[in-house]
């Protein structure tokens, strides 16, 4: 049973515009949301995180979004640049008996056309 | 710079024969973690240490064992490999909330 999902296995957008990855979660226990970059051949790279107490964060050219009523997450790339193509994981936590473990989504694979 | 090593970045073995993965940090972190990553799957995460204590995941079968004998490095053996293990994994560190991740090990099992 999946708890943290991510339906979209790719998205391809064109550089300039804005790109809109999605995420949706299943276990109210989540309290912590983070996104992460994936090159190939590399090993993933945090990118931006937010706490269920906000819901919004914002750094840079990358806003996430989260709506804890609908269990929804969403990662905003404005403007989108070639060099955002990449594999994006979105993955959650709860909190921790002795640490913090991630529960990831299957990544969507963000193509950004020049 | 601070980083997470991992060695070899391409193992092959063959069916059934043991093979050990490894990992290191120089970020001093107490917790590292071991995942397991399928093409196009979610990344699945097999144990973690935090410290000296190791945890391991329910469903993470007895042939993976783990190593840590001091804070910097981690091993990961696999007793018994069989063509389903054939994946990349990956290790990671944290202290708080974020995870870092190494480059990966992609294992071919023939």
């Known amino acids: 049973d999946q708890q943290v999902k991510q339906n979209s296995p790719s998205l391809s957008v064109q550089e300039g515009r804005i790109s809109i990855l999605n995420c949706d979660y299943t276990n109210s226990m989540f309290d912590y949301f983070l996104w992460y970059k994936k090159y190939p051949a590399e090993g993933p790279t945090f990118l931006i995180s937010i706490s269920s107490i906000k819901d919004k964060n914002e750094d840079g050219r990358f806003t996430v979004f989260l709506n804890k009523s609908a269990k929804h997450l969403s990662l905003h790339i404005v403007p989108s640049q070639p060099g955002d193509s990449a594999v994006y994981f979105c993955?959650?936590?709860?909190?921790?008996?002795?640490?913090?473990?991630?529960?990831f989504g299957s990544g969507t694979q963000l193509t950004v056309l020049p | 710079d601070a980083m997470v090593i991992q060695n070899p970045r391409y193992q092959v073995t063959q069916f059934g024969k043991p093979v050990t993965l490894s990992c290191s940090q120089t970020l001093n972190h107490n917790v590292m973690y071991w995942y397991q990553q399928k093409s196009s799957q979610a990344p699945k995460l097999l144990f973690h240490y935090y410290d000296k204590d190791f945890n391991n995941e329910a469903d993470t079968p007895d042939n993976f064992q783990s190593r840590r004998p001091n804070t910097s490095f981690c091993f990961l053996d696999i007793r018994s490999p069989g063509l389903g293990d054939a994946a990349m994994y990956l290790c990671?560190?944290?202290?708080?909330?974020?995870?870092?991740f190494g480059p990966g090990t992609r294992l071919t099992v023939l």
């Open positions: 990671a560190t944290s202290r708080g909330n974020e995870q870092f």
């Open positions: 993955a959650a936590s709860e909190s921790p008996g002795s640490a913090r473990q991630l529960t």
